[in-house]
T-cell receptor, first 117, second 111 residues
């Protein structure tokens, strides 16, 4: 089956610094990847759609200058949280679609826990 | 407004009892519907999708367009079914499958 990895799995940073999170499709190519955010004991909220070779599409209310997304290759998308603040502390999860047919299955990464102090 | 509702935050049953996790959606058009499961300390994974009409791990889900529901059912719950379950419609259109997640229901199956 398809595997999606994320790096790092856990990061602590100081307020005001930037943090980059990587999402990789290990054994398949993904022209599109999705970034989600999950607060403790809450559901996943779609943040943005990462498109290989073009600009990301952000969901309403998500600051694109705050959460920079770069989809540089068919197997890598990065999410950079710029000038992080404690309220950005959360669990960030990416997914990528894989499979034939009209409705590809979404494969999820293990997530990255960001703590901003 | 487009919305997916999972009314129960927590559902606790005894082993061997039937279980039903409710999901109602409010979307224009014909969304595709999925159930995802997240076991403790594991990543999200697909449980089943309505277009497949499949049964996975004994779970089934029937799409009821009249009631706009996609409830997940299992006749005899097992302890290993304890997990978080998310109902996730995929709004119609597009080909890459972004999902909108419900708030999730935590299923606890007691011995």
């Amino acid at each position: 089956g398809a595997v999606v990895s994320q790096h790092p799995s856990w990061v602590i940073c100081k307020s005001g610094t930037s943090v980059k999170i990587e999402c990789r499709s290990l054994d398949f190519q993904a022209t599109t990847m999705f970034w989600y955010r999950q607060f403790p004991k809450q559901s996943l909220m779609l943040m943005a759609t990462s498109n290989e070779g073009s600009k990301a599409t952000y969901e309403q209310g998500v600051e694109k200058d705050k959460f920079l997304i770069n989809h540089a290759s068919l197997t890598l998308s990065t999410l950079t949280v710029t000038s992080a603040h404690p309220e950005d502390s959360s669990f960030y999860i990416c997914s990528a679609p894989f499979g034939s047919g009209r409705v590809p299955e979404q494969y999820f990464g293990p997530g990255t826990r960001l703590t901003v102090t | 407004a487009q919305r997916v509702t999972q009314p129960e935050k927590l559902l606790s049953v005894f082993k061997g009892a039937p279980v039903e996790l409710k999901c109602n959606y409010s979307y224009s058009g014909s969304p595709e519907l999925f159930w995802y499961v997240q076991y403790s300390r594991q990543r999200l994974q697909l449980l089943l999708r309505h277009i497949s009409r499949e049964s996975i791990k004994g779970f089934t889900a029937d799409l009821n367009k009249g009631e706009t529901s996609f409830h997940l059912k299992k006749p005899f719950a097992q302890e290993e079914d304890s997990a978080m379950y998310y109902c996730a419609p995929r709004p119609g259109g597009g080909s890459q499958g972004n999902l909108i997640f419900g708030k999730g229901t935590k299923l606890s199956v007691k011995p």
